[in-house]
């Protein structure tokens, strides 16, 4: 690796950490993309998601729930992010099986 492409992928994980310490999770959708920046796995953030009681249409919080948020039109910076990495990890996953 480059030192240039070495110095701009650190930028990008600098501006990455801080926008996913500074995000502000006040809804289901936000609380959704903040939990996947942090975990990566959607069966692990419905598991969260329910034991913080939310609730979808009334009954427990899904992996398709948690998909559902991430397939969405990107409402800010980080949920674009975490989109891409929802995409890309799904693609990965289908490679294998």
């Not at 999770?25 to 009681?53: C, D, G, Q, R």
């Amino acid at each position: 690796m480059k030192l240039s492409a070495a110095k701009q992928l650190l930028a990008e994980l600098q501006h990455y950490i801080q926008l996913v310490e500074n995000y502000q999770a006040n809804t289901f959708e936000s609380k959704v993309i903040y939990e996947y920046a942090l975990h990566e796995n959607v069966s692990e953030v419905a598991k969260i998601m329910n034991e913080l009681e939310f609730r979808v249409d009334d009954r427990k919080v899904t992996s398709s729930d948690v998909s559902a948020v991430l397939k969405q039109k990107p409402i800010d910076e980080l949920h674009q992010i975490v989109s891409k990495n929802f995409k890309r990890n799904k693609k990965l996953v289908q490679k294998f099986t």
